[in-house]
C-alpha cells in the first residue's frame, strides 16, 4: 500500500499546517461618520429668534432651547445636535436659509465628529 498524504489525514485539516486558523471571519462593522452641528453667537441675531430656530429645527422644548441659546451667548458657540452627513447639511441649510430671509447674521455649521 501506497501512502498518500490524504489518506494519513483523520481530521478536516488540509495538511497545510495553518490548522484552520481564521484570520478574518467578518468584516469590520462600518459605522456613519456623524457630523455636529452648531450654532455660533453674534451681537444682531434676537435671542427669542435663535429659541424659535431650536424648537422649529432641532425638535428641542423652549427649556432646552433657551438654555442652548444662552450658552451659545455666552461661550460663543454650542452644538446643538449630532447627524448624520445628509441630515446636519439639511438642518444647516434650513436654518441659513430661515436667518437669511429675516435679514439675521445667524450663522450655522458643521464639523465632522
Ligand atoms: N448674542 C445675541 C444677542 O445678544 C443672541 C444670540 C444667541 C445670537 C445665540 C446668536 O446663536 C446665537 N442678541
Do not use: W
Not at 6 to 21: F, L
Not at 36 to 63: C, I
Request: one cysteine or more; glycine letters at 6%.
Amino acid at each position: 500500500m501506497t501512502f498518500h498524504p490524504t489518506t494519513m489525514m483523520a481530521d478536516k485539516s488540509d495538511g497545510d499546517g495553518d490548522a484552520g486558523v481564521i484570520l478574518e471571519t467578518r468584516k469590520k462593522t462600518q459605522r456613519p461618520p456623524l457630523y455636529k452641528v452648531m450654532l455660533l453667537n453674534d451681537d444682531y441675531t434676537p435671542m427669542e429668534f435663535v429659541v424659535h430656530v431650536l424648537e422649529r429645527f432641532f425638535g428641542l422644548s423652549h427649556a432646552q432651547a433657551f438654555e442652548i441659546m444662552l450658552t451659545v451667548h455666552k461661550k460663543g458657540l454650542a452644538v446643538v445636535g449630532v447627524f448624520s452627513f445628509e441630515i446636519a447639511e439639511t438642518k444647516v441649510g434650513q436654518v441659513m436659509d430661515f436667518a437669511r430671509r429675516h435679514q439675521h447674521p445667524l450663522q450655522c455649521t458643521m464639523e465632522k465628529e
